[in-house]
T-cell receptor, first 114, second 112 residues
């Protein structure tokens, strides 16, 4: 089946620094990828839809200047958390949309901001 | 508004007993229905989905789910629970061409 990877799997950074998370579709092309955020013991919250070659579409309440999304190729989308603060600590999960209209989820990235 | 409800935050079941994790939904049209499982610090693992056809869907690891259109439910079931089934389970719906709507999740604990 289709595989989606995320890198890094976990990261610890200091408050005020920026962190980049990569999402890759390993064996298929994805014009659309999605970024979710999950707080402890809660469900996934869609943050934004990443479209190859165009600007991302952000959900209401998500700061586009804080969560920068770049979908530079058909197999890679990146989420950069800028000027991270402790409240940005969370589990970030991406998914990629295949041509079959199936969505495949990555393993997630645990971000801890100290 | 589209929504998915999982009425139980926690389900406890003894190993070897049957388990049921409930899900009801409120969406327009005929959405695709999914169940995912999540282990600690891991992403979502696909269990099964319903698109059309037989109301009983069989999935991975011995799980199955029954679609009930009149009750707008899609309960997850397994005849005999294993301790290793203990995890967080998410029901999700996805109208064709649209994004997922996830339920809040149900934590399943299978006691030895």
């Amino acid at each position: 089946g289709a595989v989606v990877s995320q890198h890094p799997s976990w990261v610890i950074c200091k408050s005020g620094t920026s962190v980049k998370i990569e999402c890759r579709s390993l064996d298929f092309q994805a014009t659309t990828m999605f970024w979710y955020r999950q707080f402890p013991k809660q469900s996934l919250m869609l943050m934004a839809t990443s479209n190859e070659g165009s600007k991302a579409t952000y959900e209401q309440g998500v700061e586009k200047d804080k969560f920068l999304i770049n979908h530079a190729s058909l197999t890679l989308s990146t989420l950069t958390v800028t000027s991270a603060h402790p409240e940005d600590s969370s589990f970030y999960i991406c998914s990629a949309l295949a041509e079959s209209d199936e969505q495949y989820f990555g393993p997630g990235t645990r971000l801890t901001v100290t | 508004a589209q929504s998915v409800a999982q009425p139980e935050d926690q389900v406890n079941v003894a190993e070897g007993n049957p388990l049921t994790v409930k899900c009801t939904y409120s969406v327009s049209g005929n959405p695709y229905l999914f169940w995912y499982v999540q282990y600690p610090n891991r992403g979502l693992q696909f269990l099964l989905k319903y698109i059309t056809g037989d109301n009983l869907v069989k999935g991975s690891y011995g799980f199955e789910a029954e679609f009930n259109k009149s009750q707008t439910s899609f309960h997850l079931k397994k005849p005999s629970a294993l301790v290793s089934d203990s995890a967080l389970y998410f029901c999700a719906v996805r109208p064709y061409g649209q994004n997922f709507v996830f339920g809040p999740g149900t934590r399943l604990s299978v006691l030895p």
